[in-house]
Every structure is written in structure tokens, then in C-alpha cells.
């Protein structure tokens, strides 16, 4: 297997980005089906989704809650896309792994 190729499939396992939480929140459902089992819009999840804004404490829970995720695997998801540090946010990615 080429050397770079390994490095990028190992990251993509060792981290977990906001994105991978709404994927399995989403469990291949529509983004506005989401957003409704959610008790947000669509609009909202749209900004989650494009990372323009990460959800209130209360949404996480329900992401929690209709996932099966850990406490810890969602909030410090969520959490890395606020940090404006690329090592902290990284940090933060891989401990939600």
C-alpha cells in the first residue's frame, strides 16, 4: 500500500470530526428528516452541516441520545470546530475517536 495513502486512512480512523456525529445522527436519513427527529430545521442543520455554527448542549444531547454516540465522542466532535487552534481542534478529533 503506498506510504501516503496508509497516513490518510489511519487519520480517517483516528479522528472523528463533527461531521462523522451528524452522519450517524443522520443513520441515512434526509437532513431535514434529521433536523426534525432533532426538534431543529433544516436551515440549523444545514449550518452544523457546513460548519458554520455547532449545535446548543441541548441538540448534542439529543444527538447523543438518537446516535448511541459517547457523551465524549460527540462533545469533543462539536467542540474541535470552535477551536480556532489547528493542534488543539486536531487533539480534541482524535480523543472523540
Not at 487519520?11 to 451528524?22: A, E, P, R, Y
Not at 448534542?60 to 465522542?73: F, N
Amino acid at each position: 500500500m503506498d506510504l501516503n495513502l496508509n497516513c490518510e486512512l489511519t487519520k480517517s480512523v483516528d479522528n472523528m470530526n463533527f461531521q462523522d456525529v451528524l452522519n450517524a445522527v443522520a443513520q441515512g436519513h434526509s437532513d431535514g428528516m434529521t433536523a426534525k427527529k432533532l426538534g431543529a430545521t433544516r436551515q440549523a442543520f444545514s449550518h452544523w452541516r457546513n460548519g458554520r455554527r455547532i449545535p446548543e448542549d441541548e441538540i448534542l444531547d439529543r444527538m447523543i441520545e438518537l446516535s448511541g454516540l459517547s457523551v465524549e465522542k460527540v462533545y469533543l466532535a462539536a467542540y474541535a470546530e470552535k477551536l480556532h487552534n489547528a493542534k488543539a481542534a486536531e487533539a480534541f478529533r482524535h480523543l472523540a475517536a
